[in-house]
Nanobody, 114 residues
Framework: QVQLVESGGGLVQAGGSLRLSCVVS????????MGWYRQAPGKQREMVAV??????TNYADSVKGRFTISRDNAKTVYLQMNSLKPEDTAVYYC?????????WGQGTQVTVSS
């Protein structure tokens, strides 16, 4: 049974930083594409950053230059968030494509105060 567990969210002032972590539990046999998405109240879920199995990355325009996605190993992905803005406030979800199925974590709240 594969599960994704996020951590690292919290409350931070504008201009501050947070690092989110996502750990894949269960047995996997390869490095898989993973990503971070977010959903603010009243808005649709949107892609924040993704990393391919070859470690290529892609970012939403709104976070380019401020956020960095990285992979520690096949089971752990991070999202380093710097220069946070109030508009970054949302629930952040980890996503992984494993054996042709998209898995989602439970989400972690990030709140940026002005």
């Amino acid at each position: 049974q594969v599960q994704l567990v996020e951590s690292g969210g919290g409350l931070v002032q504008a201009g501050g930083s947070l690092r989110l972590s996502c750990v894949v539990s269960g047995t996997i046999f390869s490095i898989n594409p993973m990503g971070w998405y977010r959903q603010a109240p009243g808005k649709q879920r949107e892609m924040v950053a993704v990393i391919t199995s070859g470690d290529s990355t892609n970012y939403a325009d709104s976070v380019k230059g401020r956020f960095t996605i990285s992979r520690d190993n096949a089971k752990t992905v991070y999202l380093q968030m710097n220069s946070l803005k109030p508009e970054d406030t949302a629930v952040y979800y980890c996503n992984a494509l494993i054996r042709s199925y998209f898995y989602w974590g439970q989400g972690t709240q990030v709140t940026v105060s002005s």
